[in-house]
């Protein structure tokens, strides 16, 4: 993430990949601040097995598209509210990347980074059978979660 004032949506994506056993590092790596440390982690991302990164920034929101500018595995872009455009701005910065230099972009804020989350989830998951085996099983909860959402909703129960 760009700061740490991102970790609370970002925190999102982690609980998802833990949930699923899947590997991964937090850390703040700013496009603005740390540039030599952004190219060196981006160059050295494939080499060192990623298989994605999932990359939340906002304000200019330039972390996923320089990470994605720098190196070959695939940049999942999750756009953090700002204070004054509430993510707008994130969004749009990280969506409106030039042809050629692709961020897979998600919704601002927690919703985005566990999509985000569950995006690379199911990346991964198309080579390791077990790990498809538990995305079935997560979808399939949700499915159930939905469905009991409709037996909420009757004109029979007593008003509060």
């Not at 160059?43 to 330039?62: D, F, S």
């Not at 910065?93 to 199911?122: D, E, R």
Request: cysteine-free.
């Amino acid at each position: 993430m760009g700061s740490s004032s991102d970790w609370d949506v970002m925190r999102l994506a982690a609980e998802i990949l833990t949930e699923f056993s899947v590997p991964f590092e937090a850390q703040v790596v700013s496009a603005h601040r740390m540039p030599d440390e952004l190219f060196t982690y981006a160059e050295q991302a494939r080499g060192r097995g990623l298989r994605a990164i999932i990359a939340g920034a906002g304000g200019a929101a330039h972390l996923p598209g320089m990470l994605a500018a720098k190196t070959p595995v695939p940049v999942l872009g999750v756009p953090v509210p700002s204070r004054h455009l509430q993510g707008v701005d994130s969004l749009h910065s990280i969506v409106q990347m030039p042809k050629g230099v692709p961020v897979a972009t998600f919704a601002i804020g927690t919703a985005g980074a566990a999509n985000a989350a569950l995006f690379a989830v199911a990346m991964l998951a198309h080579d390791h059978p077990a790990l498809r085996e538990q995305l079935d099983a997560f979808r399939a909860r949700q499915t159930e979660v939905a469905r009991a959402m409709s037996a909420e909703l009757s004109l029979d129960k007593p008003k509060p």
